[in-house]
């Protein structure tokens, strides 16, 4: 008899890090025994991260140090896809950066310049205490003076191991509420960072699916682009938030470490 719990028809996937296999870093109970129980059996990865604070060579070591070996080309960050679409399509712009980290690495194909010179687009990445009253309101005079509001993500909030911290989707949202603009946004959840990472498995986004803790940029809008949504109750997982979401998830699980069984693998 088929296990109506399994998933068919799911040859890789694409996963969310923070709050799903790490927590401040620190591995999730059963996360890394599940990777390696997914790299045993062949399936392919690849990571999806809006995180914004550290570069991708900086994540690739951190989730070493979590016993979760991944490399530099299996993860998809939101910067880097963030420096890629600049490049694409708005080609030499002088880019105003908002961002709480050191992202010099990953944006190096990009021209962000000092504080205070003019700049044709405001690149907004994570929150944290660089988003002050002075900052913001550098950032509000350039948008009413034409340049553009990119954004690297527009989470509303994340969670570490002190509890929930607000994120930069608050402050996307008062930008262009007071600008009068409208954000692109390049990380999670847009089509393009998501089908980016399914090209790169080599597979249709229907053989996919997308493992994360928020249901909204993670699970839905996954599913929203054609993929298996997979919803774990870690990390800024909130009952409450999914009662309250536009859909349902086609999976909830306890944890990462539920995933492979999902798959119908061995332990």
């Given at each position: 008899?088929?296990?109506?719990a399994r998933l068919?028809?799911?040859?890789?996937?694409?996963?969310?890090?923070?709050?799903?296999?790490?927590?401040?870093?620190?591995?999730?109970?059963?996360?890394?025994?599940?990777?390696?129980?997914?790299?045993?059996?062949?399936?392919?990865?690849?990571?999806?991260?809006?995180?914004?604070?550290?570069?991708?060579?900086?994540?690739?070591?951190?989730?070493?140090?979590?016993?979760?070996?991944?490399?530099?080309?299996?993860?998809?960050?939101?910067?880097?896809?963030?420096?890629?679409?600049?490049?694409?399509?708005?080609?030499?712009?002088?880019?105003?950066?908002?961002?709480?980290?050191?992202?010099?690495?990953?944006?190096?194909?990009?021209d962000v310049v000092?504080?205070?010179?003019?700049?044709?687009?405001?690149?907004?990445?994570?929150?944290?205490?660089?988003?002050?009253?002075?900052?913001?309101?550098?950032?509000?005079?350039?948008?009413?003076?034409?340049?553009?509001?990119?954004?690297?993500?527009?989470?509303?909030?994340?969670?570490?191991?002190?509890?929930?911290?607000?994120?930069?989707?608050?402050?996307?949202?008062?930008?262009?509420?007071?600008?009068?603009?409208?954000?692109?946004?390049?990380?999670?959840?847009?089509?393009?960072?998501?089908?980016?990472?399914?090209?790169?498995?080599?597979?249709?986004?229907?053989?996919?699916?997308?493992?994360?803790?928020?249901?909204?940029?993670?699970?839905?809008?996954?599913?929203?682009?054609?993929?298996?949504?997979?919803?774990?109750?870690?990390?800024?997982?909130?009952?409450?938030?999914?009662?309250?979401?536009?859909?349902?998830?086609?999976?909830?699980?306890?944890?990462?470490?539920?995933?492979?069984?999902?798959?119908?693998?061995?332990?």
């Open positions: 008899m088929t296990d109506p068919d028809g799911t040859d890789g996937l694409l996963i969310d890090i923070d709050g799903v296999l790490t927590l401040s870093w620190q591995p999730i109970d059963g996360a890394p025994e599940a990777i390696a129980r997914l790299h045993d059996a062949g399936v392919p990865l690849r990571y999806l991260t809006n995180t914004t604070s550290i570069t991708r060579a900086e994540i690739v070591r951190r989730l070493d140090a979590a016993g979760i070996a991944v490399t530099s080309d299996e993860v998809f960050t939101a910067p880097v896809a963030t420096a890629a679409w600049i490049a694409a399509h708005r080609p030499g712009a002088r880019c105003h950066l908002l961002n709480s980290g050191d992202l010099t690495e990953d944006l190096q194909a990009i000092p504080d205070d010179e003019p700049a044709e687009v405001v690149l907004l990445g994570g929150a944290g205490p660089e988003f002050s009253y002075d900052a913001l309101n550098r950032a509000v005079g350039l948008l009413l003076d034409g340049a553009d509001l990119v954004a690297m993500h527009q989470n509303r909030y994340w969670r570490t191991d002190a509890g929930f911290c607000l994120d930069s989707g608050a402050f996307v949202a008062a930008l262009e509420r007071a600008a009068g603009v409208t954000a692109t946004v390049v990380g999670k959840p847009s089509a393009e960072f998501f089908e980016t990472a399914a090209a790169d498995l080599g597979l249709a986004p229907d053989r996919v699916a997308m493992v994360g803790d928020d249901i909204e940029n993670d699970v839905l809008a996954g599913q929203a682009h054609g993929f298996t949504g997979i919803l774990v109750r870690t990390g800024k997982y909130r009952p409450e938030v999914v009662e309250a979401a536009d859909g349902t998830p086609d999976r909830t699980v306890p944890s990462f470490a539920s995933v492979p069984d999902l798959l119908g693998l061995g332990a």
